[in-house]
C-alpha cells in the first residue's frame, strides 16, 4: 500500500481518534490520541495488509516554547514503524500534557519498545503505563531530572556518584 | 653533612633515575584521544624511547596512569577504583582537554576534569595533543618523578 492509502485506511476505521495526518517527502505521519494508540499499533502489526512487524525507533520532542505551540500539548511520543514484508513505513504520534505525562507501553507488541521507552523515560520523563521494568537506560540511578527536556539547565551539575567519591 | 646523609642523596637519586626510564602505563582509554595516544605508542613518535613503551593492562601492575579521553559520570567510579587499585608509587596524566576540565562537553553526562575523582600529575591539554605535547608532558612527568622524594 501506498503512503497515503494506508493514512486513509487508518482514518475510515479509527476516525476521530486521529486527531491529524500529513506527509512530509512522502513519508506519512498519523497524529493519534493517546487512548488509541495501543490499538491502532495493534492493527498495524497484525493487519496483513499493512504488517508493520518492526519497530524502528520510539523517542519523544519536547515542544516547550517552541514557536506557534505554546499552549498545545508539550509533549509528543513519536513510533516509526516499518514493514518488512511490504516495504513501507508510517510514523504514529501521540501528544502528552506535561502534567499527565503517561502513555501506554507497546511492550507486548514489540520487546524492543522496552529499552526505547526506558530511554524515553530517562531523558524526556514520559512514563509508560504497563511497562515490565521502567528504570533509567543509559543515565545511573541518583541522577536527578530528565537532561533533554527543554528546561534542564545546560550547566547544571549532578553530584559525582561511586564508592568514595 | 655525613657520610650516610650522602648515601642516602645519591641512591634517591639513582632510584630516581631508574623510575623516571621505567615507566609502566596503564592507558584507561575512552574516547578519541586514544587515537593519538596510539600515534603516540607506535614506532614513528616511540615512546619507548622515554622507557614507557610497555602498557600494563593491569592497574596492579602499573606506575602510571594515562586517562585518555573523555570520562563521564557512569565512567567515573570505574576510573576512581582503577586508580585506587594501583600500587604506590603512581602517579595520573590527564591526557587531552576532556580529562583535564570536561572540554566543550559542557553537559549533563561529563565529568569537568578528572581532578574532581582523583589527584593529577600532569594535564595534557589538546583535541586531541599532539604526540609532541604528549611526548612533552610525559618529558615532564619524568622530570617529576626524578625530583619526588623516592620510598621504597
Known amino acids: 500500500m501506498t503512503g497515503a492509502a494506508i493514512v486513509a485506511d487508518l482514518q475510515e476505521r479509527f476516525g476521530g481518534a486521529i486527531v491529524d495526518t500529513h506527509d512530509q517527502h512522502g513519508d506519512h505521519t498519523v497524529v493519534v490520541t493517546r487512548e488509541a494508540v495501543v490499538e491502532l499499533l495493534r492493527h498495524c502489526r497484525d493487519t496483513p495488509a499493512l504488517a508493520f512487524d518492526m519497530l524502528t525507533d520510539l523517542t519523544a520532542v519536547d515542544y516547550a516554547k517552541f514557536p506557534g505551540r505554546e499552549d498545545g500539548p508539550r509533549f509528543e511520543v513519536v513510533y516509526h514503524l516499518y514493514s518488512l514484508r511490504h516495504n513501507h513505513r508510517l510514523r504514529v504520534k501521540v501528544r502528552v500534557e506535561e502534567d499527565d505525562a503517561v502513555v501506554a507501553t507497546a511492550v507486548p507488541l514489540w520487546p524492543i519498545a522496552n529499552w526505547l521507552e526506558r530511554e524515553v523515560w530517562d531523558m524526556f520523563g514520559v512514563r509508560f503505563e504497563g511497562h515490565p521494568d521502567l528504570r533509567r537506560l543509559l543515565l545511573y540511578e541518583e541522577f536527578v531530572g530528565h537532561p533533554l527536556r527543554k528546561d534542564y539547565p545546560i550547566n547544571r551539575r549532578q553530584p559525582l556518584i561511586g564508592p568514595n567519591i | ?152
Open chain 2, 1 to 152: 653533612m655525613g657520610v650516610g646523609n650522602f648515601f642516602t642523596s645519591k641512591l634517591d637519586e639513582a632510584i630516581g633515575w631508574a623510575r623516571k626510564y621505567s615507566i609502566f602505563q596503564y592507558p584507561f582509554v575512552t574516547a578519541c584521544c586514544g587515537m593519538e595516544y596510539m600515534a603516540t605508542a607506535c614506532s614513528h613518535y616511540d615512546i619507548d624511547r622515554f622507557g614507557a613503551g610497555l602498557p600494563r593492562f593491569s592497574p596492579r601492575q602499573a606506575d602510571v596512569l594515562f586517562v585518555v579521553g573523555t570520562i563521564s559520570h557512569k565512567m567515573a567510579p570505574v576510573l576512581k577504583r582503577v586508580y585506587d587499585q594501583m600500587t604506590e608509587p603512581k602517579w595520573v596524566v590527564a591526557f587531552g582537554v576532556c580529562t583535564c576540565t570536561g572540554g566543550f562537553y559542557d553537559n549533563y553526562a561529563t565529568v569537568q576534569g578528572i581532578d574532581t575523582i582523583i589527584p593529577v600529575d600532569v594535564y595534557i591539554p589538546g583535541c586531541p595533543p599532539r604526540p609532541e605535547s604528549v611526548i612533552d608532558g610525559l618529558m615532564k612527568l619524568q622530570d617529576k618523578i626524578a625530583a619526588g622524594a623516592q620510598r621504597y
